[in-house]
T-cell receptor, first 116, second 117 residues
Framework: AQSVTQLGSHVSVSEGALVLLRCNYSSSVPPYLFWYVQYPNQGLQLLLK??????LVKGINGFEAEFKKSETSFHLTKPSAHMSDAAEYFC??????????????FGTGTRLKVLA | GAVVSQHPSWVICKSGTSVKIECRSL??????MFWYRQFPKQSLMLMATSNEGSKATYEQGVEKDKFLINHASLTLSTLTVTSAHPEDSSFYIC?????????????FGPGTRLTVT
């Protein structure tokens, strides 16, 4: 069965420190993977996506993620955290259902707190 | 490109009334749209898949008679919460898959905050 696991529901980092948010997936088909950020009372904003091209994906706001098939992982990183990075982050895998329609399976989310 | 809007962005209604939420793809056609529900500090929960010109497919445990979905055109899907109750209060988010070909990436609306008093 397809699934997404985000280790750590809450992550705290100091401003300027490395951000690492973990995402592991399970998929029986080649996965399409996404990271989204959500600020309070707002929708989802796409940070980056893996769609079977380069395994190291660069996104907006200095974020990047590396697709590692052997580890079934797609961890999100940023070299230096900024106060504005404090938000909820969701990892998602897009997989086809029985009709061939691609649907998302979301992780449970990780709330990032940035300490001054 | 690939912008999805929702209206209203927030709504307060009285218990027992119905409320309609619109989801529009502004610059692309979407044969498939999705409706999600999000409780505070939780992830998104898929409620239903909406296909233009056909009946929506509801996820297990979602009451189709309570959450009416209509996908009348390639750019508009609506979610009507009928006979709303306080437990229906939540953040509702729609998304859309562009084009008629196979698409893997969903584009999300900004969400609608529903409060039932």
């Amino acid at each position: 069965a397809q699934s997404v696991t985000q280790l750590g529901s809450h992550v705290s980092v100091s401003e300027g420190a490395l951000v690492l948010l973990r995402c592991n997936y399970s998929s029986s088909v080649p996965p399409y993977l996404f990271w989204y950020v959500q600020y309070p009372n707002q929708g989802l904003q796409l940070l980056l996506k893996y769609t079977s091209a380069a395994t190291l994906v660069k996104g907006i706001n200095g974020f990047e993620a590396e697709f590692k098939k052997s580890e079934t992982s797609f961890h999100l990183t940023k070299p230096s955290a900024h106060m504005s990075d404090a938000a909820e982050y969701f990892c998602a895998v897009s997989v086809p259902d029985f009709s061939g329609t691609y649907k998302y399976i979301f992780g449970t989310g990780t709330r990032l707190k940035v300490l001054a | 490109g690939a912008v999805v809007s929702q209206h209203p962005s927030w709504v307060i209604c009285k218990s027992g009334t119905s409320v309609k939420i619109e989801c529009r793809s502004l610059d692309f056609q979407a044969t498939t749209m999705f409706w999600y529900r999000q409780f505070p500090k939780q992830s998104l929960m898929l409620m239903a898949t909406s296909n233009e010109g056909s009946k929506a497919t509801y996820e297990q445990g979602v009451e189709k008679d309570k959450f009416l979905i209509n996908h009348a055109s390639l750019t508009l899907s609506t979610l009507t919460v009928t006979s709303a109750h306080p437990e229906d209060s939540s953040f509702y988010i729609c998304s859309a898959l562009p084009g008629l070909a196979i698409s893997v990436e969903q584009y999300f609306g900004p969400g609608t905050r529903l409060t039932v008093t």
